[in-house]
């Protein structure tokens, strides 16, 4: 172990990439020849970063809110300076957690004339560019969509296949959670639409 990084034989499930995919007995089968949860000659180092990201929105007139790079009709629409992509803004800032860079509001002030109804998938592949460029990849994301209306039980695929292509990741790394507010407080009474992600990203160190 050298820092946060751990080898790759105790992170199996995030990072079977590196050598190979898991047989039935639950061993990596090595490019070396060897088949073992841990092999010395062909350890990778990784490092590892968490981060949390929450966003939220009024909600207003109009005719459908942006989830995840996904347009879907609705008779309300998200009250923002940019296209109101709340799911997208909670992916930034999640990203931008685990790697310490601050927030989106640092990267993306709703002061900037500029920023005025931008498309949030430019604002996350800046994000993201610059994490690739240094080495990172999604080990994965877990999303939860806080919106009593409308419902996401079609479109919840369609968003995983989104985040997945904005983020350079396996569909298989990304998940995607609907909930509503039961009728009660500003998510209830559709007074708002909110997302919360977590993400887990990996870097090979060494």
């Known amino acids: 172990m050298r820092g946060v990084g751990r ?36 350890s990778v180092v990784m490092e590892i970063r968490v981060g949390i990201g929450y966003d939220c929105h009024r909600l207003g007139p109009g005719s459908g809110v942006r989830l995840g790079g996904v347009f879907v009709p609705h008779d309300r629409s998200a009250v923002a300076h ?12 999640a990203i931008l957690g685990a790697l310490a860079q601050g927030d989106i509001g640092e990267h993306f002030p709703d002061n900037d004339p500029s920023n005025k109804g931008r498309n949030s ?6 994000i993201w560019e610059k ?3 240094a080495g990172w990849q999604v080990g994965n994301l877990d999303c939860t969509i806080f919106a009593e209306r409308p419902r996401l039980g079609t479109v919840k695929e369609q968003i995983r296949r989104s985040l997945a292509r904005l983020l350079d990741s396996e569909v298989s790394r990304i998940n995607v959670k609907a909930k509503t507010g039961e009728g009660v407080g500003p998510i209830g009474r559709e007074e708002l639409i909110a997302a919360e992600v977590a993400v887990l990203l990996l870097r090979e160190t060494g």
Do not use: T
């Open 121 to 126: 998938c430019e604002m996350l592949a800046e």
């Open 82 to 93: 940019s296209d109101g992509d709340v799911l997208l803004h909670a992916v930034i800032d």
């Open 131 to 133: 994490a690739r460029i």
């Open 7 to 42: 080898r790759v034989g105790s992170l199996r499930g995030a990072s079977l990439s590196f050598l190979g995919k898991q047989n039935e007995a639950g061993y990596i089968p090595c490019s070396c020849g060897k088949v073992s949860n841990y092999c010395e000659e062909n």
